[in-house]
C-alpha cells in the first residue's frame, strides 16, 4: 500500500494536469496516476524530422492499420510521425452494437490528449449554461457563466490563449494574447459575410499556441509559436499548451507531486465505516503488479468513458450500481460534437497573393442560430470552423498528366479554396451511455466498456442546416462549392467525449454539484468531460480547464475546514 498524500489524481492530461498544478500551489501532497508511459518530448516528439526521415512517406501500411488501429486510423492526422501517441485498438478493446458505431479516439501517456488536441479555446456562456432548463433537455446545470468566468480568466492567462475581443454575447471574450490573424482572402471573406448577413461573424479562431511569450510560460522553458504546424507530432518549443510543457512542470517545481505512469486505476475504494474514498486500486500495465495508493480525496481526470468505466467497476455491496451512482446516472447522457459536416468551395481572385509560413490556426465562426427564437425544427446551434488557402502541388494527386510541363504546373501555388465543417451541440440523451461488458476484460482484468450512443432526430436536422448555411454563405459570395456533406460522422469522431458524470442541482438525477464534487461521497470529484451537463457547440477543453481549477480551489478549502 502506497500513502501519505493528500490527494490522488486519475489522469495526467487536459484536467488532470490542472489539478495537480491547483492543489500542490496551494501545499497539497499529490499523486498523479497515468495508466500510460511516461513522455520524453527530445525523443517522443517527432516535430523536427524531415520528410524523408518518415517511414513509408509519414503513411501507415494498410495491414497494419486494419489490424492494430482500426479506430485510431479514422483520425485524419494519423500517421507515421504521430502513431506511438494513440492507442492501438487490438491491445484497448471495447464493445459497441453493430449498428451504433462509436468511434473512442485517445492516447494513453503523460498528457494524455493535450498533446494532440486541437487547441481551439472557447467559452461557453450563459445561453449554454441555461439551455438544458429552457428547453427541458437533460438537467440544469447547478452554476452559471459568472460562476466561471473568472476561472476562464484564471486558465487562459496561464495557458496562452491567442485571438480577438469581438463582444459577442453567445462566445464571451477572454484574456488574450495577440491574435493569429486571418490571411487577406479569409478577412475578404469575413467582410463579405458580415454585409451579406446580419448576425455572424468571421473571426481569427482562438487557440492555445503562444503567439507571443509572457513572464508565466517562460518561466516553464515555453517557447513562442514558429508558425510551423506540426503540433500534432508535438511540439519541442512547448509553444502549444499542454499539460506535459505547462501544467505539470507548474506541479512538479512545488516539489509536492509524485508522477506514477504505466499506472492502470481498476476501481476507488471506499472505507466501509464512512463510505468515503480512501483510495484506488492500481494495476502496473507492466509487470501487472497490483497497488493500492491511499488519500484524503480523490480526483477523476481519466476521460469521460474511462472515470465512468472505473467508477462502474467500483460498484461494492452499498452501491451495486456503481460507486456515487446513487442517481442512476453514472455512464448516462454520453455526448460528443456534431462533426464531419464539411464544405469547400474554391475561391476566385488574390492570385497576386500568397501566404508566409504555417499558421496552426484558422478561421471561426460563433454559433448565430437559435440565439432567439427563429422558429427552427430544432433546439441548439453550431459554429464553425476551417480556413482559406492557396492549393498545394498534392492539387496534382487526382489530376492526369506526365511529364516536366505537368511537374511544372504544379510548382507554384494553386488557386485558393475555402473548408469550413460545422460544430454542433448534441443533446444529452440516457439511452447513450457507458456500461461494463461482463463477458470481456482487458488484459489488466477490467471489464472493458460497452459503449452505445447515436444521434436523435435533433441531430439530423442540425446536421442538414449546418450544411445548407454553409453551402448559402458560399453561393451568396460567389465561390464555386466543390464539396458539401450534409451528414455527421459517427458519434466519437469529434473526439469530444462528454456528460457521463454529469453535474446537477439534484442528487437524485446527476452525479456531481456545483463543485464537481459527488453528491454521494464528498471527498470524490470528477473534472474531466465527463461532468460536462451539456455539449454547447464550443470546443470544450478550455471548460475542462476552468472547472479543474475551481473543484480543485473548493476542494482545498473543504479539506482545511475538516469537511473532507
Given amino acids: 500500500m502506497s500513502g501519505d498524500f493528500d490527494a490522488i489524481i486519475v489522469g495526467s492530461g487536459m484536467s488532470g494536469g490542472w489539478v495537480a498544478k491547483e492543489l500542490t500551489e496551494r501545499g497539497l501532497k499529490v499523486v498523479v496516476l497515468e495508466r ?72 494513453y501517456h503523460v498528457g494524455g490528449r493535450s498533446l494532440m488536441w486541437a487547441r481551439q479555446s472557447y467559452r461557453l456562456s450563459d445561453i449554454d449554461f441555461e439551455a438544458n432548463k429552457k428547453d427541458g433537455h437533460g438537467v440544469d446545470w447547478p452554476i452559471r457563466y459568472a460562476d466561471l468566468a473568472p476561472w476562464y480568466d484564471h486558465v487562459e492567462t496561464f495557458a496562452g490563449i491567442s485571438g480577438t475581443k469581438e463582444g459577442l454575447p453567445q462566445l464571451p471574450d477572454g484574456q488574450f494574447l495577440k491574435p493569429m490573424g486571418l490571411n487577406c482572402v479569409e478577412q475578404d471573406f469575413a467582410n463579405r459575410v458580415a454585409q451579406a448577413f446580419d448576425g455572424r461573424k468571421v473571426i481569427p479562431g482562438r487557440n492555445a499556441n503562444l503567439s507571443e511569450v509572457t513572464k508565466i510560460q517562460e518561466s516553464l522553458g515555453r517557447g513562442a509559436c514558429q508558425f510551423r504546424n506540426y503540433c500534432a ?175 511544372d504546373s504544379l510548382a507554384g501555388p494553386g488557386g485558393w479554396q475555402l473548408g469550413i465543417s460545422g460544430f454542433g451541440e448534441m443533446l444529452p440523451y440516457a439511452h447513450n451511455r457507458v456500461t461494463l461488458n461482463p463477458a470481456k476484460k482487458d488484459a489488466w482484468g477490467m471489464p472493458i466498456p460497452h459503449i452505445e450512443c447515436e444521434h436523435g432526430e435533433n441531430e439530423r436536422k442540425m446536421a442538414e442546416k449546418i450544411s445548407a448555411d454553409a453551402r448559402e454563405m458560399c453561393e451568396k459570395l460567389g465561390y464555386k462549392v466543390v464539396h458539401s456533406n450534409a451528414e455527421a ?34 471527498n470524490l470529484f470528477c473534472t474531466d468531460g465527463g461532468a460536462m451537463t451539456s455539449s454547447a457547440c464550443q470546443n470544450p477543453s478550455l471548460t475542462y480547464m476552468a472547472l479543474s481549477a475551481r473543484a480543485s480551489a473548493h476542494a482545498v478549502e473543504l479539506l482545511q475546514e475538516g469537511k473532507i
Wanted: aromatic residues 10%.
Fill in 233 to 407: 507530432r508535438g511540439c519541442s518549443f512547448g509553444a502549444y499548451f499542454s499539460s506535459v510543457s505547462a501544467t505539470l512542470p507548474a506541479a512538479k517545481q512545488t516539489g509536492l507531486m509524485t508522477l506514477v505512469p504505466n499506472a492502470v486505476v481498476m476501481k476507488v475504494i471506499t472505507d466501509p465505516k464512512t463510505g468515503r474514498a480512501a483510495g484506488v486500486q492500481v494495476v502496473d500495465s507492466v509487470t501487472k503488479k497490483p497497488t493500492t495508493y491511499t488519500a484524503r480525496m480523490v480526483f477523476l481526470n481519466a476521460s469521460a468513458i474511462t472515470s465512468a468505466q472505473i467508477l462502474l467497476n467500483s460498484a461494492n455491496e452499498a452501491a451495486p450500481r456503481g460507486l456515487a451512482n446513487s442517481s442512476d446516472q453514472l455512464g448516462r447522457n454520453l455526448m460528443d460534437h456534431l462533426f464531419g459536416i464539411s464544405t469547400a468551395a474554391e475561391v476566385s481572385g488574390f492570385e497576386d497573393r500568397t501566404t508566409f509560413g504555417r499558421r496552426p490556426n484558422g478561421l471561426y465562426i460563433p454559433r448565430f442560430r437559435n440565439l432567439d427564437d427563429e422558429g427552427l425544427d430544432f433546439v441548439r446551434g453550431y459554429g464553425y470552423q476551417g480556413s482559406i488557402s492557396r492549393k498545394d502541388w498534392e492539387r496534382g494527386s487526382n489530376r492526369p498528366g506526365i511529364g516536366g510541363e505537368w511537374k
Fill in 36 to 107: 500510460g508511459r511516461n513522455i520524453d518530448p527530445t525523443t517522443d516528439y517527432r516535430d523536427f524530422d524531415n520528410p524523408w526521415e518518415l517511414e513509408n512517406g509519414n503513411k501507415i501500411p494498410q495491414e497494419e492499420a486494419e489490424r492494430d488501429y482500426a479506430i485510431q486510423s479514422q483520425w485524419g492526422g494519423f500517421n507515421t510521425a504521430t502513431k506511438h501517441l494513440w492507442v492501438k485498438d487490438s491491445e484497448h478493446p471495447y464493445t459497441t452494437p453493430k449498428d451504433k458505431p462509436f468511434l473512442w479516439i485517445r492516447g
Fill in 489 to 522: 460522422a459517427e458519434p466519437g469522431k469529434g473526439i469530444h467525449e462528454m456528460g457521463t458524470v454529469r453535474m446537477g442541482r439534484d442528487p437524485k438525477t446527476s452525479v456531481l454539484n456545483a463543485w464537481n464534487q459527488s453528491h454521494d461521497i464528498p
